[in-house]
């Protein structure tokens, strides 16, 4: 660990949000499930590009036990380019409408950089969850605009964008790096008066499989910021370009990562596979009756 917050410190550690005007408790983590609405993102592009297909999956996730569905709208993998607001709210509009009808008490979040996509959302919906992969660096309203929604918002490193952020990713050492970097986003959050902030590491933008696992065995160090910690490697390039197979085959190397991270603290695990997540996270709950 290359920090070492005082106990008392981690076990006063922030463990709710509110969200709809009530507060959503994470002392027992959340799974999180994937709902990509696109035709070209890594793992399900196309999917569930149609409305139909979208609500139908979501409804498959939360009767698996989901506690969020995450829902976006524009692929952020290695390579690809941000979608302009205007084709995002295209896409979410009329899969969001359906949700929200089939699923009232579902509570959601929005993967976007976009401000004025957060923005119009809640303008329509009610609150979202705010799902920011570049941790505000891509839109400079972001902040602003989440402290004025006063909605959760999830805060998550990447160096880069996804256009360039596997492009020869260089640390000198990447947990001080990303923890520094999210600081200085919590900070400014914190003196907009935001304060559901939720951190991402950023497994896998802008990160080399070392760096990765690397951060993967320094994670108890994000306790630092007495705030819920949401970790996503569901089916990335870290577990199958290490292991030579592909995203299909990911599913066990899934698990063994988000079992790790549960022992180090995560509050959420972003996945595909919502079914395995809880499962491991109702084994990680009953281990933890018996610890002294």
């Not at 959302?121 to 920011?132: P, S």
């Not at 805060?155 to 596997?166: F, N, R, S």
């Not at 400014?188 to 939720?198: M, N, T, W, Y």
Request: glycine share 8%; net charge negative.
């Amino acid at each position: 660990m290359l920090i070492n917050p005082p106990e008392k410190n981690y076990f006063n550690k922030k463990d709710t949000i509110r969200y709809n005007g009530k507060l959503i408790t994470l002392d027992k983590p959340l799974v999180m499930g994937i709902l990509n609405v696109t035709p070209d993102s890594f793992y399900d592009g196309g999917r569930y590009a149609t409305i139909e297909d979208a609500v139908h999956h979501a409804g498959e996730m939360l009767q698996a036990g989901a506690g969020i569905i995450d829902i976006g709208a524009s692929s952020t993998r290695p390579g690809a380019d941000y979608l302009a607001p205007e084709q995002e709210l295209k896409r979410l509009i009329p899969v969001l409408r359906q949700i929200k009808r089939q699923f009232p008490d579902a509570i959601l979040s929005i993967d976007t950089c976009h401000a004025s996509v957060a923005e119009t959302l809640v303008g329509e919906f009610g609150d979202f969850i705010i799902n920011d992969v570049s941790g505000g660096l891509s839109d400079p309203a972001m902040f602003t605009t989440i402290a004025r929604l006063k909605v959760p918002y999830v805060l998550m490193h990447m160096q880069g964008t996804p256009k360039t952020m596997q492009q020869n990713p260089v640390y000198q050492n990447v947990t001080k790096e990303v923890i520094k970097q999210l600081s200085e986003g919590v900070y400014r959050l914190h003196e907009l008066g935001v304060s559901d902030v939720i951190i991402d590491p950023g497994f896998g933008f802008g990160k080399s499989i070392d760096h990765n696992y690397e951060l993967m065995n320094h994670l108890d160090a994000f306790r630092f910021f007495e705030l819920p910690v949401l970790v996503g490697v569901s089916r990335k390039s870290m577990i199958y370009r290490l292991l030579g197979h592909t995203p299909e085959d990911s599913l066990n190397g899934t698990t063994i990562l988000n079992t790790l991270a549960l022992q180090s603290g995560a509050n959420i695990l972003r996945v595909h596979d919502v079914k395995a997540a809880v499962e491991a996270v109702e084994i990680f709950e009953k281990i933890k009756q018996f610890a002294t």
